[in-house]
């Protein structure tokens, strides 16, 4: 479990009508528009209407022009410039997720950061609702409408307890923290509570069962103050309507038909054509005509013969199929006709038109219009609108249009973001430093107004002793008006990988007067 609880770290990442309370005011958000995304770290995408929503590692942001600007809420009146973990939708209503990472006995941990709300499409939002915690020492819930009790100590806190996912029925959100278990609110989230699962040795539990059984959260249990169940660390949650909910965990997937009142599992273990691996990611539904099916990401983590994947189920959960085995996947979505399945994975992009049977998968993602390139594959987040596809990870935001005239994944529109050089005369490499193994560098620089036409570009790479080492481009073509990145992987021209130490590069546009800049590599 341990092994399981620190890969989960790594991932970071994915209808209301009427509530029964409103609140009284709102604090409202002025907002620039501008025409670069906020950050290139996207965790997850959300499509509704002309709205695209993008949770990303620096706060939330929107375009509703296809990418021409862009709208960030970060370091506004309400919002900070912490990272978005979750975004839910449904009508006006939009819930999001705030979390980040802190530093806790010398480790990097990931922390709950609150929630916001908005009751009119983002136009206002509800002031900052601290993340779900537990106070004092022994909570002792009830598990209505029996009169069962179950006991836990309260210790929950904001470290470990991020809110991975969101979902909205018609008076309640829902919303899945890893610490936090499941928790729901129906007076917007002036008070939560928790939502009892089954623990790890029951598939189902219901109200007429006699339940006695303890979250147990001490620290005594070796999990920092995590339930000692696999089933009660949650990942995720989807709604497929008012009653029926379905919820994510560490030991399978869990769903409800009242209502959240009672539950039944489905695990890796405990079916003859179950799920991959009993780490639930992420859940959406596919509707096409008479057809409903339930995904999942599912990721091993319990048994020897759990594999990560995708499962996905016509009959509500009595029998899985899986698909894309090897391949961890962090989204899915799906078009708006019901008949196409996009889902986000470490190796890029994956689709079906023929609810699992085969898959497509997305290629390179490269946009000729300003010669950007992803060097990483992973995709996080993954939104449609239309024959429009988006598409979010660790190098920024992109698109690609899937219709009869355009082949999926054959053109992509690439956003990134950057310091603007402008007309100004410099350049610079990013990150700085940087590790080849890990990651490429970017070397930016800008073929400014004041130049016309196009214009002949050749960068060279020297160490220390400004012996040359690469010929990055040699007399390229580059347009007037426009910023560029080059990318430099850390290898010479006889393809090694170079040693630790500072680098030089030389910037040559046109006949005009070189320009130089440094890089600091570390392996």
């Known amino acids: 479990m341990n092994k399981l609880f620190f890969i989960l770290f790594a991932i970071y990442l994915s209808g209301v009508n009427a509530f029964a309370q409103l609140p009284k005011t709102y604090r409202f958000n002025s907002i620039p528009n501008t025409s670069l995304p906020l950050t290139n770290t996207i965790n997850d995408i959300l499509v509704q209407h002309d709205s695209v929503w993008f949770g990303t590692e620096s706060g939330l942001s929107l375009t509703v022009n296809g990418g021409t600007s862009w709208t960030h809420f970060s370091n506004t009146s309400t919002f900070d410039n912490k990272g978005i973990s979750a975004i839910a939708i449904n009508n006006n209503f939009i819930w999001v997720a705030i979390g980040y990472s802190t530093t806790l006995n010398g480790e990097s941990v990931q922390t709950g950061g609150g929630l916001h709300y908005s009751t009119d499409r983002g136009l206002t939002w509800s002031p900052l609702i601290p993340q779900p915690v537990d106070k004092g020492t022994v909570d002792t819930l009830i598990y209505l409408p ?94 497929s309507d008012d009653t029926t909910i379905w919820a994510g965990t560490a030991g399978g997937i ?33 509707r096409w005509h008479n057809r409903q099916i339930m995904w999942a990401a599912t990721v091993n983590a319990n048994d020897a013969d759990e594999i990560k994947g995708i499962s996905y189920s016509e009959d509500a959960g009595e029998t899985w199929k899986t698909a894309l085995l090897g391949e961890w996947a962090h989204n899915i979505a799906v078009n708006d006709s019901g008949n196409v ?126 012996l040359p080492v690469r010929t990055l481009i040699q007399k390229a073509t580059r347009t007037s008006g426009k910023e560029y990145d080059e990318i430099w992987n850390g290898r010479d021209d006889n393809r090694s990988i170079v040693s630790n130490g500072v680098y030089f590069y030389r910037l040559e546009i046109g006949n005009q007067s070189p320009l130089w800049g440094k890089i600091l590599v570390l392996r």
């Open 254 to 286: 869990n769903k409800s038909s009242d209502g959240g009142i009672s539950w039944r599992k489905f695990s890796h273990q405990n079916q003859a054509h179950p799920i991959s691996g009993d780490f639930v990611v992420a859940l959406k539904e596919q």
């Open 341 to 466: 399945v996009y889902v986000a994975t470490d190796n890029g992009l994956f689709r079906s038109s023929d609810f699992g049977e085969s898959w497509i998968k997305s290629g390179s993602i490269y946009d000729p219009s300003n010669l950007q390139r992803f060097v990483s594959s992973e995709c996080y987040g993954v939104g449609v609108k239309g024959d429009t596809i988006w598409f979010g990870g660790p190098e920024g935001i992109a698109y690609t249009i899937d219709s009869p005239s355009q082949q999926f994944g054959s053109v992509w529109h690439i956003f990134r973001t950057a310091e603007q050089v402008g007309n100004k005369k410099f350049t610079y490499a990013f990150p700085n430093p940087f590790a080849p193994s890990n990651e490429p560098v970017r070397l930016h620089y800008s073929i400014g107004t004041d130049y016309s036409g196009t214009q002949e570009v050749s960068i060279r790479i020297f160490d220390y002793a400004m």
């Open 146 to 239: 029996g009169t069962d009790t179950i006991r836990a100590l309260d210790i929950t806190v904001p470290q470990q307890n991020i809110t991975f996912d969101i979902a909205l029925t018609k008076n309640t959100v829902w919303i899945a923290s890893w610490a936090g278990m499941l928790r729901k609110s129906t007076d917007l989230g002036n008070t939560w509570t928790r939502v009892i699962l089954p623990p790890d040795n029951l598939d189902s539990i219901k109200p007429t069962d006699s339940l006695n059984y303890a979250f147990d959260l001490s620290p005594a249990s070796g999990r920092l103050g995590l339930s000692a169940n696999n089933n009660h660390l949650l990942f995720s949650v989807y709604a």
